[in-house]
């Protein structure tokens, strides 16, 4: 699915599986990359290798909490705690790419394996990442335990648990 | 807020328990006055990225949801005003008697999240960040994107106007008059441009007078 977006700056949406080729410079570039589970944003370059985009693999460690693995000598493991998601070291698709010491992580196949999801933005050059299992976090149901963690005015984060034994109301509003 | 405080002092004890959630791109800082100026005794939990609502498929706020004592959803997103008698009973009844109240609203349809709900979530939590770090334009961008994934959604709209316009929201009292002009404007403006396009297409669609070129 490719997506084009006017929103008073030029922004390209995709999904899963697709790839803007003809929008992204084959040259390397820096961009902003921000990922929602850690919460960070960090300047990394990204580089097209056969029209996908690339990460270095360092990105991903240093700035987002994934852990490599060495599986064997042309393998290897990007990890999200328990699940890793084996792949090749070879000049291929969907492989990491060798250059130099940098190893580029391509990031369509990455997030598809950890259930995530992400955006390109031409306009800033932005990638924006989730790498964490958003698939899985289905709608609540009526009758289903239901749980909710969020941070209290102080920063404390409170889960919906500790009330368990009372009755609970919810209250969502805004100031606006 | 205070009605809601009016009710918690009256009800909670080892029975009930209250938490208010703001939804707020902006955070804290703006949640907790409200929860000051109400003299909360209960509990205000921040949610940036309105992830309750987007999970629930909800685009207004306010809205209550119901949990049991096991921790157990009892009734999804449903609106609840304090200040009407009808609903403090239907509540009140709750608590005592556990007879769940009518009306279940919200998406019940499970499944996960769509692909646009997935973007949406994630321009909220990077409009969020940067907002943070003091990119108002940045963040405005991300909320304009997010909002053309999803045009009646109420709560990136009103995240925008904030942002646009803090003066009509944080200068004392938040100014409806003002929101409703602001929404005359915006369907003005979207009426305006759907003419221009249909003009647009209308001209390219004349036929033209073959010229030679000479």
Not at chain 1, 103 to 128: I, N, Q, T
């Amino acid at each position: 699915m490719f997506k084009r977006v006017l929103t008073g700056l030029i922004v390209f949406t995709f999904t899963l599986s697709t790839v803007a080729a003809d929008e992204i410079s084959t040259e390397p570039s820096r961009v902003r990359v921000f990922e929602r589970s850690a919460d960070r944003v960090a300047t990394a370059t990204v580089r097209m290798f056969e029209n996908a985009v690339h990460v270095p693999l360092k990105l991903l460690i240093d700035e987002f909490g994934l852990e490599r693995k060495r599986l064997s000598e042309d393998r290897i493991g990007i990890c999200r705690g328990d699940l890793c998601i084996p792949f090749d070291v070879a000049d291929k698709d969907g492989a990491l790419r060798r250059d130099g010491k940098t190893l580029w992580v391509p990031v369509v196949p990455l997030v598809e394996a950890l259930g995530g999801h992400f955006v390109w933005d031409v306009e800033p050059k932005s990638l924006l990442l989730d790498l964490s299992d958003v698939h899985r976090a289905a709608t609540w149901k009526v009758g289903e335990p239901f749980e909710l963690q969020l941070p209290d005015l102080e920063g404390n984060g409170v889960s919906v648990e500790r009330y368990r034994g009372r009755k609970v109301l919810i209250y969502a509003w805004a100031s606006w | 807020m205070p009605g809601w405080q009016q009710f918690y002092a009256e009800h909670k004890g080892d029975k009930f328990e209250f938490l208010s959630v703001a939804v707020d791109v902006q955070g804290a800082a703006k949640a907790s006055k409200w929860h000051n100026v109400a003299r909360a005794q209960f509990t205000t939990v921040v949610d940036q990225e309105a992830v309750l609502g987007t999970r629930f498929g909800v685009k207004y706020v306010p809205f209550s949801i119901l949990i049991d004592e096991k921790g157990k959803l009892v009734r999804g997103p449903t609106p609840v005003n304090v200040g009407k008698e009808d609903d403090r009973q239907e509540i009140s009844q709750w608590i005592e008697t556990g007879k769940a109240p009518t009306a279940s609203g919200g998406d019940e349809k499970g499944g996960g999240l769509t692909p646009e709900q997935l973007t949406l979530r994630l321009r909220l939590a990077y409009a969020a960040k940067l907002q943070a770090g003091g990119d108002v334009q940045g963040a405005l961008a991300q909320l304009k994107a997010a909002r053309s994934l999803d045009q009646d959604n109420w709560l990136i709209r009103k995240q925008i106007w904030a942002l646009e316009h803090p003066d009509r929201f944080y200068n004392g009292r938040v100014d409806f008059d003002w929101q409703r002009e602001q929404l005359r404007r915006e369907a003005d403006e979207k009426r305006k441009a759907a003419r221009e396009q249909r003009d647009n297409n209308k001209r390219d669609n004349e036929p033209r007078e073959e010229v030679d070129d000479l």
